[in-house]
């Protein structure tokens, strides 16, 4: 059973990369929330108010694994204590979040609707919808979601990375 579960988490993190290179490439959380907050527009500085991790992941094996992993390569919650955060999440510092993989599907998948506008507006990007993501994420690391929906979807996250590159930064 183990095995399946590793199987899952390595297709999680494919799926985590080509994420982690859309917000990368929009540079839009950084800029607007992180280094030049407006207070007006966005008014808690940084998306993460919360533990969503701990309160969003799945009671099941595959969220145990990812949180293992997590753990083993930043640190747990615990020792993380002194670091300095603008949020209740340990994993969030004044730069942003501090886990470059292993971020929970929540964390994950989130981008505020602000974000979402400025992909539609600038990049075209109409179809990001977070939830979904953060569903497809769940179901990914469960094993729920399977051989040609998993391609699906990552065709679908290589589309949106693609579409970003095509329009460039602002």
């Known amino acids: 059973m183990q095995g399946i579960f590793e199987e899952n988490l390595h297709k999680y993190l494919e799926i985590e990369s080509i994420l982690n290179e859309l917000f990368r490439e929009t540079d839009y959380c950084v800029k607007h929330c992180i280094l030049e907050p407006d207070h007006e527009k966005f008014p808690n500085p940084g998306c993460c ?3 969503y991790y701990q309160k969003y992941d799945l009671d099941h094996p595959a969220f145990e694994l990812l949180k293992t992993r997590r753990e083993l390569l930043f640190g747990s919650p615990e020792t993380l204590s002194r670091i300095k955060r603008i949020s209740p999440c ?6 942003g979040c501090m886990l470059k993989t292993h971020k929970s599907p929540i ?4 981008f505020c609707r602000q974000g ?3 992909l539609r507006d600038r990049h075209g990007v109409m179809a990001y919808d ?3 993501v953060h569903y497809a994420l769940e179901w990914i690391l469960t094993g729920d979601m399977k051989g040609s929906q998993y391609e699906e979807f990552k065709t679908s996250c290589l589309n949106m990375v693609e579409k970003i590159n095509k329009t460039g930064l602002p």
Not at 90 to 95: D, F, I, Q, R, S
Not at 107 to 110: R, T
């Open 130 to 132: 977070y939830l979904g």
């Open 116 to 118: 979402i506008e400025w």
């Open 107 to 110: 964390c994950l998948s989130f």
């Open 49 to 51: 108010v919360d533990r």
């Open 90 to 95: 340990e994993y969030h510092t004044l730069a």
